[in-house]
């Protein structure tokens, strides 16, 4: 634990509201933070999520927004400080490492009267010192001491970023704020900022802040991180068990759209759009949670404990678990010989996720996939969707229930039926709506996979159809039903290339705009690299292995596993 005296910052009931708009913004929201002494926090969340404004709140920097609460540096409430006496902690207490090196530069000043300034401000020293000074920052961050005759517009972008850092520490600060170190650079330049940034933390030991949409730059460097979302705090622990097993829908919704984490994955950023910033009594993030319910946009969510350094706001305790299934052994018996398809087997599956189960054929994955739908029963173990037991089909006859897609869909179709007749059996069965309604829920699903919706197709039989078509009218009708969890059983695997792509990609596209879960069941490898946020890995009928996608893919660790891979990637060009 951290003594109290230990903290170098704390910021409490921070808030800052923009009233010259109409309404007013609320770009921070109540934030409440300890820092540490040496330590490094990341600030991570979309842009306009109040990252930036709450930076320079602290340095106070806002004139024209009301900045509300304390920022305790030391003891001293910087908040309650007038101008003239912040700027004896501006740049010599704590320092802003600037986003945009153009703009915060000023062009008709030389790079050594700008590193220069702060010295001469605080210290007073004469111009020979200065100039020794300056010499020696520009050494410091890698830059030759000639370039401080020239002007910012006449270097780069990575050696305008050093001389902002240069600028930060020209007063040896004991708090460093760095906002997008990187933004805009290349990766040889971005590269070097983040081992000069390392470097000289570790040479000269202040504290420091990183804010970066760049979630490779906050790994890299940070040992705790938070998530902002419209000024408020929604997320917050140690970098490595955040990035790793995020607990709020918003933070993973960030991790899947980052290229730094999962490198094969197809991206997909979070479906909808950022409040304007407007004050909300509710969750902010509400809109576009794939888990909201109505309560949710009633009361703001407080940020609470729901694991050892692990803080998420969320009415829920963090993502939702849909499925559970503990210990599910199923055996078949054939004449005198028994066998044991599924063995003990037991899995998550968490709202809004998709995770993919993968082995070789017969290796028991259609057969779990088959008890957890309810299709056979388990001669073992219990299986729950969203906390309730499931037994009796009550989770498949259901709006928002779970449903299955199977993997043959030549006799998951009846070819007596008519195309929209198959796609709305499930509402007609549950009673769902009137007729018309159900016709409409029907035509919207088929519309959904990219199926035709005129009458011709409409009253077509299924006989009729080509095998995607079957596919696509199978996905549909699970569809139908808005379902929380949708099982997929190689639903591509007897689809050309081309089908394949785009039914997978119009499934995954559905699955990121409507939020619901997904197991989706291959033997191609490619495939699941390409849509899974988890793995579980089955052979002959037992989990040998699970976990991201991301660590199972780049480090797997079974023997089975490592097997199957170096199978499924030998040709890869």
Not at 233 to 250: A, Q
Not at 259 to 268: G, I
Not at 301 to 306: A, D, F, G, H, I
């Amino acid at each position: 634990m951290i003594d109290e005296g230990q903290y170098l910052l704390e910021i409490k009931n921070f808030g800052v509201e923009y009233d010259c708009a109409d309404p007013p913004v609320r770009a921070v929201d109540d934030i409440n933070i300890k820092l540490a002494k040496n330590e490094t926090l990341g600030i991570i969340g979309e842009s306009g999520c109040g990252k930036s404004s709450f930076a320079m709140g602290i340095m106070g920097l806002l004139n024209q927004a009301n900045v509300e609460g304390e920022v305790i540096y030391k003891g001293q409430n910087l908040n309650r400080l007038p101008e003239k006496e912040m700027r004896k902690y501006r740049w010599k207490e704590i320092a802003l490492v600037f986003q945009n090196s153009l703009e915060v530069l000023n062009p008709v000043l030389t790079i050594g009267e700008q590193i220069g300034e702060p010295i001469k401000t605080h210290y007073h020293n004469s111009s020979a010192e200065i100039d020794v000074k300056v010499i020696e920052l520009m050494k410091k961050v890698g830059l030759d001491p000639k370039w401080r005759q020239a002007y910012p517009h006449q270097l780069s972008g990575g050696m305008r970023q050093r001389v902002l850092v240069a600028m930060a520490l020209s007063c040896n600060p004991e708090l460093l704020i760095v906002d997008e170190p990187t933004t805009a650079l290349d990766v040889i330049s971005k590269n070097e900022i983040l081992r000069m940034l390392q470097m000289l933390q570790k040479e000269l030991g202040f504290t420091m802040v990183i804010i970066s949409h760049d979630l490779g730059v906050i790994k890299k460097l940070t040992n705790r991180v938070m998530a902002m979302y419209c000024g408020r705090i929604i997320e917050k622990g140690l970098t490595s068990e955040v990035l790793r097993n995020p607990l709020h829908c918003y933070t993973r919704g960030l991790l899947n759209s980052s290229p730094n984490l999962f490198k094969y994955k197809d991206l997909w950023g979070i479906d909808g759009e950022p409040s304007s910033g407007i004050s909300t009594n509710g969750c902010a993030f509400y809109p576009r949670c794939c888990q909201h319910e109505e309560s949710c946009s009633h009361e703001k969510p407080s940020l609470e404990y729901v694991a050892l350094e692990h803080m998420v706001a969320c009415h829920k305790g963090g993502i939702e678990t849909f499925l559970k299934a503990v210990n599910i052994r199923k055996t078949y018996k054939l004449k005198e010989m028994e066998i044991v398809a599924v063995k003990d087997v037991s899995m998550e599956i968490k709202s809004g996720e998709i995770v993919a189960l993968v082995g070789e054929s017969g290796s028991g994955k259609s057969t779990l996939a088959q008890v957890l739908a309810g299709v056979w029963k388990p001669d073992k173990g219990e299986a729950f969707f969203k906390k309730k037991k499931l037994e009796g089909h009550w989770e498949t006859k259901m709006m928002g229930g779970m449903q299955i897609v199977f993997q043959d869909p030549f006799s998951a179709t009846s070819q007596r039926m008519k195309v929209l007749d198959v796609v709305k059996e499930p509402l007609d069965i549950i009673k769902w709506g009137s007729r018309d309604d159900r016709d409409e829920a029907g035509i919207k699903a088929l519309r959904a996979v990219q199926l035709p919706t005129a009458s011709e197709f409409l009253d077509r039989y299924c006989h009729a159809l080509s095998g995607g078509q079957r596919q696509r009218l199978a996905i549909a009708r699970a569809l139908v039903t808005r379902p929380k969890l949708l099982i997929a059983d190689e639903v591509t695997s007897m689809l050309d290339p081309s089908t394949q792509a785009n039914l997978l990609r119009k499934l995954k596209g559905l699955q990121n705009r409507q939020g619901f879960a997904m197991l989706y069941i291959t033997h191609d490898l490619h495939l699941a690299r390409k849509v899974a946020d988890k793995v579980y890995v089955m052979y002959q009928g037992e989990i040998v292995e699970h976990g991201v996608s991301g660590d199972i893919f780049k480090n797997p660790e079974h023997i089975y596993t490592r097997q199957l891979m170096k199978e499924s990637f030998r040709d890869m060009i």
